[in-house]
């Protein structure tokens, strides 16, 4: 059996070599994606205190683009990107990700005319908040690996703390819903033009 195994791995060396190279890159993944949860787990509590104070660093910018997005009805594309990226980053977002999750609930059910409970102030920081996450342009990079997601991590934290009232809010509304309502109320469709089409106002 070991003679077998050396002999095809001395006739095809280079399969040998990228199903080891493979091996690597999985093993490096899992432990970049455990190191970011934690850090992000670890940092998050210090980041709410410090996000109290003042918005974060180039947030401000996002204000009247969000104002802009929400005006023309561009909504529904956002969402979508979103939800694209909050999956590619799988779980290096920690704790984080049930926030990012509860922002576009609140934005799905506030598109469908389900949930107005909120001020129009309110609604263009979260809409601020998911574009900043959007955004390849920000403090620090997100290809720089772990810090790129610190900045982006910051600015959702001080978007949670800073309209928790409202969020609380929102929250409560939730609960009271039956599952099989919220099921499509915070469904996403196959496509932003669909879902674009599901906008009371513009029945």
Do not use: H
């Not at 060396?13 to 190279?21: E, M, Q, R, W, Y």
């Not at 599952?179 to 996403?188: F, G």
């Amino acid at each position: 059996m070991k003679s077998w195994v050396f002999l095809c791995a001395q006739k095809t060396p280079d399969l040998t070599v990228s199903l080891i190279d493979r091996g690597f890159q999985l093993i490096k993944q899992a432990l970049f994606t455990r190191l970011s949860t934690i850090c992000v787990d670890n940092l998050l509590p210090r980041l709410e205190l410090e996000c109290l104070m003042k918005p974060p660093f180039n947030f401000t910018r996002f204000l009247p683009m969000a104002a802009r997005l929400l005006g023309r009805g561009r909504l529904p594309t956002l969402l979508f990107a979103v939800a694209a990226k909050g999956s590619s980053q799988g779980n290096r977002l920690g704790q984080l990700k049930d926030d990012l999750k509860l922002l576009q609930a609140l934005c799905l059910a506030y598109w469908r005319g389900e949930y107005r409970a909120i001020s129009p102030k309110a609604l263009i920081s979260v809409v601020a908040g998911l574009m900043y996450f959007l955004s390849p342009i920000d403090a620090i990079p997100d290809f720089i690996p772990m810090f790129g997601m610190f900045d982006d991590i910051a600015v959702l934290a001080w978007v949670m703390k800073t309209l928790s009232g409202e969020l609380s809010a929102f929250r409560a509304w939730r609960d009271a819903q039956r599952p099989e309502k919220l099921a499509v109320v915070e469904r996403l469709p196959a496509t932003p033009e669909l879902l674009a089409q599901e906008n009371p106002q513009k029945n």
